[in-house]
């Protein structure tokens, strides 16, 4: 069974998405800000990060370049979920420290599962 | 009688009485003819009056030359042919100064000074000296082997009162006002007494060198200007015929007094001219000194009422010239920045804070190659408290005989703007986030409710639940597309344009709305595209294409949408035609407008945001395109063409 690790912190869509991984039989760990997620991310080595960016204590990219500093998490997978202005823009300033970026209101959770499944070659 | 005709005639007696006056003590001193003097003031008093009167006092110059000359010698018929000749000797030249010089204002340029010799003083008077002699000839008043000689008395003695007589009377009839500084009192005085002594001195024949008058009218029309001038020579003139008659000074040991007085007319005559013409060019040099004052004064006042900074260096990049906003921005003072390399005490940075090196900063990039650079990129100057600001300027070469002599800079503190902008970032991402969130929410748990997530529902509730899908999407799109008009007008959408095969692009579209076509049971026909480059964003382009394509598919019920190509000069168009319900006449207008929908909900079709459009055409036109209707009928379908800057080859 593969890990996720979702870092978001709005409670609503933490449940959203965990209910929709947990359907499609993923295991789900969770972290409402990017500290938390870091220190997850490198206790629990998942398979594919969900990586929210405005959070508070940590915000998603400032984890995201610490991970990169990490042996182990200069391999992982990260998905980019935003709502910020567009995901180009965003992407842009990011450069290819994450593999995928997603504005969230545009995309249906199942949608997200398919793109987690193909990155991580589940059929 | 009217009050002007009652002024004419009042004018006309004045004038006449003071030709006749002036015209007997001319006459007392004729000697060679009684008609003919080598001291005549009537001339010039003519000319004035006609220069500053006009023409209506003409009738008193025929009038008084008529009654002084049948007063004194001659019949009246040798009378009215000389008061003729005067009288048209005053109307021509006044004519010809009116033309040719200024009018009464003729002494106000060095130029007018000779053109007034020659009209006024050379060729008007010989008009009344060959009247005059050849009247008093044939009258038998005059000899005729005498013709020339009297000619000449009569010419020089007419010039004479023109070039004595009129400029006094022009120059202070227009101010009456003498403006003496009380400074300046005790130098009239000492030269005013200077004069006396020195003309007297001269005269009486104790230093008979007449010529050394002239300092005197140099050092008066330097200090008294021409008001001064002109009455400098009257006095001279006084003095000096006086002492002539008496048979003293330089002039008085010719053969006859006819003799003397015509040499010292012409004494009279470059005295009264000189005088006259350092007086004018005394005036000439102040007023242009006034008018440069005046204008650095205007500009100074410009430069400090500009908001924006201005640095001028001269070629070597030194500072000579600062306004006032620039030494607020800079903290330095004027004193401190004059003369200084700009390089050195305005230190240029990047952004990363590295400081810009002499070599590459735009001072010396233009002082090198003349050309003119204007930045928007930000750079930052450092003030002298070390404070870093943000800066956008135009540097302009200063260029003099193909040389480059300096520049001009004009530079602004973008601190404001900057921090403006970050506003608006923060303003669009904040609103950006916060309604959207809740929107994912919406979206994501009704689609996985709707998938069967958490259980089967009732029937009843399928639509319902449908419907709060669609209009989360609606909600979501529309979010979007006013995010995206935000950021437009702020100036915050970005765009990577790269050169793109635009045929891979449309197809790439006309793939991911394929689904929805067949749906709908409409054809996207694409004829094949041209292998041509565009430059143009990628992701921008494909937004255009999906609205376009996508309306097309929207508003067409059954039948085909073709996609088609065209390259005209350097642009190629992609036109969209569909076979849809086509637009109406009176609303083509309102397209491109913001939130106009057409033919939307009321017949049954899904509602847009009434941006598409609006959002579509602005970005082709920032991309160095457009988006258009072409033509469109309603019930037959309509064109809408893209078009897109093709890559440069060269």
């Known amino acids: 069974m593969k890990k996720i690790l979702l870092v978001e912190d709005d409670l609503i869509l933490i449940k959203m998405y ?39 204590k940590m915000d998603g990219l400032t984890m995201l370049k610490n991970l990169r500093n990490d042996g182990w998490g200069k391999h992982v997978p990260v998905f980019m979920l935003t709502n910020l202005n567009d995901s180009k823009s965003v992407s842009d300033s990011m450069g290819s420290l994450a593999q995928r970026y997603f504005v969230k209101s545009d995309w249906d959770p199942q949608q997200i599962v398919d793109e987690a499944k193909t990155t991580l070659r589940i059929t | 009688m009217g009050k002007n005709t009652f002024r004419t005639i009042l004018l006309n007696v004045v004038i006449l009485l003071i030709y006749i006056a002036s015209g007997k003590a001319g006459l007392a001193f004729a000697s060679i003819n009684p008609s003919a003097s080598a001291i005549w003031p009537p001339t010039g008093i003519a000319l004035a ?28 018929a040798t009378s009215v042919g000389i008061a003729f000749g005067n009288g048209l000797e005053g109307l021509v030249g006044t004519y010809l100064i009116r033309k040719f010089a200024n009018g009464r204002y003729v002494f106000d340029s060095l130029a007018g000074i000779v053109k007034f010799t020659l009209f006024a003083a050379i060729l008007s008077t010989m008009v009344s000296a060959t009247i005059g002699v050849t009247t008093i000839t044939l009258g038998g008043f005059a000899k005729a082997q005498e013709f020339w000689s009297i000619w000449l008395t009569w010419w020089l003695g007419d010039m004479g009162g023109n070039i004595v007589i009129a400029p006094l009377l022009l120059i202070w009839s227009r101010n009456l006002r003498i403006h003496i500084d009380f400074r300046k009192i005790l130098n009239l005085f000492i030269s005013f007494v200077g004069v006396i002594i020195v003309t007297t001195i001269i005269f009486q024949g104790i230093i008979p060198y007449a010529y050394l008058c002239i300092p005197i009218a140099v050092w008066i029309a330097f200090w008294f200007g021409q008001k001064g001038a002109t009455a400098t020579t009257i006095f001279v003139a006084i003095i000096a015929i006086y002492y002539t008659l008496h048979g003293l000074g330089p002039f008085a040991k010719e053969p006859s007094t006819n003799q003397s007085l015509l040499l010292l007319q012409m004494f009279l005559n470059i005295f009264s001219l000189t005088a006259l013409t350092f007086a004018t060019t005394s005036l000439t040099i102040k007023k242009a000194e006034k008018k440069l004052l005046q204008e650095k004064l205007e500009d100074e006042a410009m430069l400090v009422s ?8 001269d070629d070597t990049g030194r500072i000579t010239l600062v306004n006032q906003a620039t030494c607020i921005m800079l903290g330095w003072s004027k004193e401190e920045l004059i003369g200084q390399s700009v390089v050195d005490v305005i230190p240029m940075q990047d952004e990363k804070e590295n400081v810009i090196a002499k070599e590459s900063r735009p001072l010396t990039k233009v002082l090198k190659s003349g050309k003119k650079i204007a930045t928007s990129l930000t750079q930052y100057y450092v003030s002298k408290n070390r404070i870093r600001f943000p800066v956008v300027f135009t540097l302009t070469p200063v260029i003099l005989d193909g040389k480059v002599v300096g520049t001009i800079e004009v530079f602004r503190d973008m601190t404001e703007e900057r921090a403006i902008d970050n506003a608006k970032d923060e303003f669009i991402s904040l609103v950006s986030h916060e309604l959207r969130t809740p929107m994912t929410a ?66 790439k579209v006309v793939t991911s709305l394929n689904a929805i076509a067949q749906q709908k049971g409409v054809k996207i026909q694409m004829e094949k595209t041209p292998e041509i480059l565009v430059h143009a964003d990628e992701d921008k382009t494909i937004e255009v294409l999906n609205n376009l394509i996508d309306n097309a598919i929207k508003f067409t019920d059954k039948g085909t949408v073709s996609i088609t190509c065209e390259q005209k000069g350097q642009l190629l168009t992609v ?76």
């Open chain 2, 442 to 507: 919406i979206r994501g748990l009704t689609s996985m409710i709707l998938k069967g997530d958490y259980g089967k529902f009732g029937e009843k509730l399928k639509d319902p639940l449908q419907d709060i899908a669609i209009s989360t999407e609606r909600l979501i799109h529309l979010i979007n597309d006013l995010l995206d008009v935000s950021r437009m007008q702020a100036g915050r959408i970005t765009f990577s344009p790269k050169d793109l095969l635009i045929g891979k692009i449309i197809d």
């Open chain 2, 49 to 76: 009056a006609l220069l500053i009167f006009g023409y209506r006092v003409a009738p008193s110059i025929f009038l008084g030359a008529f009654i002084v000359n049948l007063t004194t010698a001659g019949t009246t």
């Open chain 2, 575 to 650: 036109f969209i035609i569909d076979q849809g319900i086509g637009i109406a006449q009176q609303d083509k207008k309102r397209l491109f407008g913001k939130f106009e929908q057409i033919n939307s909900q009321q017949e049954g079709r899904p509602a847009g945001t009434g941006l598409g459009l609006y959002i579509s055409k602005s970005l082709a036109i920032k991309m160095g395109g457009d988006v258009w209707l072409i033509k469109s009928e309603k019930g037959k379908g309509s064109t809408f063409a893209f078009s897109l800057p093709i890559v440069d080859e060269s």
């Open chain 1, 18 to 56: 965990v209910a929709e991984f947990r359907f499609n039989g993923f295991e789900v760990k969770t972290a409402v800000d990017g500290e938390e997620g870091l220190k997850l991310a490198l206790e629990e080595h998942p398979d594919l990060i969900l990586l929210d960016i405005k959070m508070p």
């Open chain 2, 306 to 313: 500009i908001g924006e900074g201005i640095i001028a260096t």
